[in-house]
């Protein structure tokens, strides 16, 4: 279980991987700092969450919260003003 709490996220960093046909994103929850890692797929419209105590990636399926990660993504992607990278190499696949 995901204990995302609904707060606002500001997106830090970007990274696409072509390959995965995803983007890694690094975000910090406005209110506590506290820093948070999606995966987000723009093809599938899916927003997955990296759960550290677990060690695992988690599909986050509440509605609102997926939104407002979603909607995160799109405003950062439209504005431009943080560091995004492409991921050229399927070399990371071995990570």
């Known amino acids: 279980m995901i204990t ?3 707060q606002r996220l500001i997106f830090k960093h970007m990274i696409e991987l072509p390959h995965c046909e ?3 994103c690094s975000t910090q ?3 506590t700092g506290r820093t948070r890692i999606f995966l987000v797929f723009k093809g599938r419209q899916k927003v997955y ?3 550290g105590l677990k060690g695992n990636w988690e599909e986050v399926t ?3 919260e997926h939104n407002a990660v979603w909607d995160g993504f799109e ?3 439209m504005e431009r003003k ?3 990278f492409v991921a050229e190499s399927s070399d990371l696949a071995l990570l």
Do not use: D, G, K
């Open 4 to 6: 995302y709490t609904h």
């Open 62 to 64: 509440n509605l609102e």
């Open 29 to 31: 929850e406005e209110q």
């Open 49 to 51: 969450m990296r759960n």
């Open 22 to 24: 995803c983007v890694f």
């Open 82 to 84: 943080i560091p995004s």
């Open 75 to 77: 405003q950062a992607v």
